[in-house]
């Protein structure tokens, strides 16, 4: 049975509707300026990285840094007050994706460098498609989110076939090459199977003998028509799923995004939207 969502207070209610909804103009502002800290904040990191900048301006961005650090963990802990289950929004994709935004900085104090991991901010960007109302992007990645899960059994079991193929390939070139043509040990083997039939072929380590090449130029052809593979299953996936329009309605509860366009109750917790 479906419940009802939690009584929130008024300036609960309106903290909600500015923070988490697109639709209103208040929401849509705050997403625009939200989205805005986050570029400025992830080019403040960028340029940090280089020496020359940093040599001159090392002090301004990293005020900057922690500028923006403190700003996105103000909007953090809102986010967290004016969601009636907060503990579920904290453990969604976004809820850790904003969390991991203002986390290195805080770890740089003890672990210099670590503020680099701030570009995990980036993700947050991802919130653009609701804000311009891109609606039919995220109905695009759930689709594609869904033909995913749908392959997943497919998927581990060609992967499980290509590593015992991998495995008793190396061994295979093990046994003809030897060490004398840099094939020193089996562990080394696979990595040269890897590398080949993935098409990526740096080189550092090649067959010396006929046979050997023989058997390399196999694993070449196979290595093609294993990268076909899961795309034609992600493929077949693709064409059985069903397209359902959704909103850009966020439930207050749980905060939680993606509900059909015909939905009355969050498909999450069960709570009114």
Known sequence: MA???????????????????????????????????????????????????????????????????????????LRLICVGKSMRYALS??????????????????LPGAQSLIVIRALRLLRVFRVMKL?????????LRAA?????????????????LVLIIGAL???IEGEEHG??????????????????????????????RILASA???IGYAIIAVPTGIVTVELASTRKRPISTRVCQACAAEGHDGDAGFCKYCGCRL
Do not use: C
């Open 3 to 77: 419940e009802m969502t939690p009584k929130m207070a008024p300036w609960r209610e309106k903290l909600h509707e500015i923070i988490f909804e697109a639709e209103t103009p208040g929401g849509k502002a705050f997403d625009v300026a939200l989205l805005l800290a986050i570029i400025l904040s992830v080019v403040a990191v960028l340029l940090e990285s280089v020496a020359g900048v940093r040599a001159r301006h090392g002090a301004e961005l990293r005020a900057i840094e922690w500028f923006f650090t403190i700003l996105f963990t103000v909007e953090y802990v």
């Open 93 to 110: 994709f976004f809820g850790i994706v904003d969390f991991l935004a203002i986390v290195p900085t805080y770890l740089s104090v003890l």
């Open 135 to 143: 609606v039919h992007f995220v109905g695009e990645a759930r689709l």
């Open 148 to 164: 995913l899960r749908a392959s997943t059994r497919k998927i581990i079991i060609f992967l499980g076939t290509v590593l015992t």
């Open 173 to 175: 070139m093990y046994l």
């Open 183 to 212: 094939f020193t040990n089996i562990p080394e083997s696979i990595y040269w199977t890897i590398v080949t039939m993935t098409t990526v072929g740096y080189g550092d380590i090649a067959p010396g003998t006929v046979l050997g």
């Open 219 to 221: 694993v070449m052809i």
